[in-house]
């Protein structure tokens, strides 16, 4: 279990007018980890992301990075932290090598150094052949891998990637995972990033928030997330018995904790407030029926999505 | 490390500069219009050696002189400042806000205002290096058509008065910088620039005309102090603008006979002697204009510096 706490912040909120961007996070995320901040749009991850760069100030609440305080120490967190911004961009019409050079120099790095991470770090962004052309020609797929060489120029403890994957297709998508996916695992690297597409970026999060409307909604690792989201609903079973006759109900019906049941299609739904599955089962079985369907519905993933995510772009 | 993340981005922004389209067009339009005023001027100058009484400080009459179809050196500088200015940091900040990289420049370890100072400064320098080397360029070209070598007082006010003109045109940088902070669109900002342009330089004036009028109506029956009090009004209110600041200061530094800028009564003039002056005092009279200049110039960078450093950067 990584538990050595590197990004750490407390009441955090940001206010714009009357309307409440964040609204009293308390977040935490461990070393070496993953963490997807996950949210639809205008939930309040990039404003999250900007406050923990020092890029805008909290109304309330601080922010503290690998022991510093993201408001009045920005440029010591800025020397660790990498930040590629959603829709990066580059000076179009310098190369991909001089961006990063110039990057390099900000971050005071001697030219030796600079010159041999550019080539490493172009290397392992797949973008060597293009090195020497203007990033005017890149397309948006290579500008987004020179985004991830861009904030590795200063060999960041923490990379935060804001919508590392939109726009991208599938193909690039799937590189860009593996490739942070790396960043952390071989590198040993904490990275957070932020998406509302949470069906891409679920698969190498270690550890995801899901934010809605400036709240952290829940927190934990992508299996046990859907419980907590749902955890003060009524939980929906959908059964499929042969034979289904009114004996088969009534005996359903004498589980404790049962809500409600009704038949659709033939199909039994069942609500409760506990899990019953085990007991359902059991029953069943004894009984000498034959399940041939069971499925628990609103706990999945998807249902966080299709509740939070969907219909919100 | 803050320092050398101002060195670096100075000199990316002056090889952005230089290498722009943008810079050639405007050293070509300031280049052609100056080139062609010392030519004409020097022309006149040639027809009227030796005639009159104009066999005197030939050399600053280059810049100041007109031959009547194309206006002076001076004039050209005062009426172009603005466009050098405006062409070189309308979009210093917006731009790269809109392409994406300020965002990405805020991530590194750099100070805020390393930014806008790198920017200006890197601005200043081309506008240094433009007016000196245009400046010595329509000079030695005017010595080669009039055959007439500057004096030392002379060499003095054109130093002078190139100094002016780069701090006249770093006012018009500061202000483009300023807007393009404050503006989130680059032709918003252009625009902003443009109006204030065209307000100081010809509604200002004509607004105070209005008013001083108001105030102290001219006609058959005013008194002498309602029409002082009518021109003094004017010539402070119009003050205000920069380019009236220029003007003045330029009008001063290269025409010694100038001897005060405000109202002289027949008295005061009394046992005065009708001679230029040294460049000193010439430098005296026009101090207040030169340090409200240089006063200008920091307004428009504290400003620009209270927004910058609070502004919420968002890709």
Redesign the interface.
Known sequence: MMDKVIIKTTGLTKKYGDFTAVDNLNLEIYEGEIFGLLGPNGAGKTTTLLMLLGLTEPTEGTAEVAGCDATKETLRVKRIVGYLPDNVGFYEDMTGRENLRFTGQLNGLEPDIIEERIEKLLERVKLSDVRDKKVGTYSRGMKQRLGIADTLMKDPKIIILDEPTLGLDPEGVREMLDLITELSKKDNRTIIISSHLLHQIQKICDRVGIFVKGNLLAIGPIETLGEKVFENEPITLEIEVLPLDGKVIEMINSINGISDIKTIEGKVIIQSHVEIRKELVKLLSQNDYEIRYLKQRGRELDDIYSRYFAGKE | ??K??LW??YK?ELADHL?SKRFFIVLFIIAITGFSSIFAAGKGIVEAIGKQESDTFVFLRLFTASDGSIPSFISFMSFLGPFVGLALGFDSINGERN?????????????RDSIINGKFLAGVTIIALMVFVLGVAIGALGIIMTGVPPTVDELFRIFTYLVLTIFYMSFWLALSQLFSILFKQTATSALAVIAVWLFLAIFLGLLINVLADFLYPLNSTSTLDIALKNSKMKLYLNRISPTTLYDETTITLLNPGVRSLGFVSQEQLIGAIPSALPFLQSLMIIWPHFVSLIAINMICFTISYIYFM?Q????
């Open positions: 490390m803050n050398s993340g670096i981005l990316k290498h392409r994406g990289t300020l965002s990405r420049l805020m991530a590194q370890p750099i100070a609070k919420e950067i968002r890709a």
